[in-house]
């Protein structure tokens, strides 16, 4: 893990730390990278329950609720899969938030319509979920580093915006 991620990792148990809150993963083609990345904290067994690794359709079915439908008409590389992975991750492990991770990391796996280094990350709460599409293909371990430092970055965003004030709203 590189010193960014340091910074980020620390910076997200900071937060959950003092907000009390958990966090689980859901990974696919990451493959435990972002629990790990989570974990490289001391402490982090107060807020950070577990992961699910779905490498599988069968998986990301059976343990974490995603549509065999939407995984048959849009593959398991999709934005909707991706939240469905948060979603299900939220409810299996009963945390606040979810991290996701789904994509083709490679050297295989793509096709024409969704190229090698396509992943779509998620994170969120089950009512609120952002996503951000990573596409760029440097060879799997440098795609798989990228997703993971991006997963984590969106992660840590999420948490300040969700603290933020918010607007109110007259009317």
């Known amino acids: ?14 937060i959950l730390w003092e907000t009390e809150r958990t966090v689980g993963t ?12 989570i974990i490289a904290v001391p402490g ?4 950070f329950k577990g992961g699910i690794i779905s490498y599988v ?6 343990l974490l609720g995603v549509d065999p439908q939407v995984l048959e008409e ?10 469905a992975m948060v979603r299900g991750a939220c409810k299996a492990l009963e945390t606040d938030y ?4 789904t994509g083709f990391a490679g050297p295989t796996g793509g096709t024409k319509d969704i190229p090698v280094g396509t992943i779509w990350l998620a ?20 795609n798989l580093a990228i997703a993971t430092n991006n997963a984590m970055e969106m992660f840590l ?5 969700e603290d933020a004030p918010r607007p109110v709203r007259e009317g």
């Open 157 to 161: 965003q999420f948490l300040k915006d």
């Open 26 to 37: 859901a990974e696919s083609c990451t493959g435990g990278r972002i629990a790990e990345a």
């Open 57 to 62: 359709d069968e998986i990301k079915e059976r």
């Open 74 to 83: 849009k593959t398991a590389v999709c934005e909707e899969v991706a939240i």
């Open 98 to 101: 979810a991290i996701a991770a």
């Open 44 to 47: 982090a067994s107060k807020y």
């Open 123 to 142: 994170c969120g709460t089950p009512d609120h979920v952002v996503t951000k599409k990573v596409e760029q293909d440097f060879g799997r371990d440098i």
């Open 1 to 14: 893990m590189d010193f960014g991620s340091k910074i980020t990792s620390r910076e997200i148990s900071e």
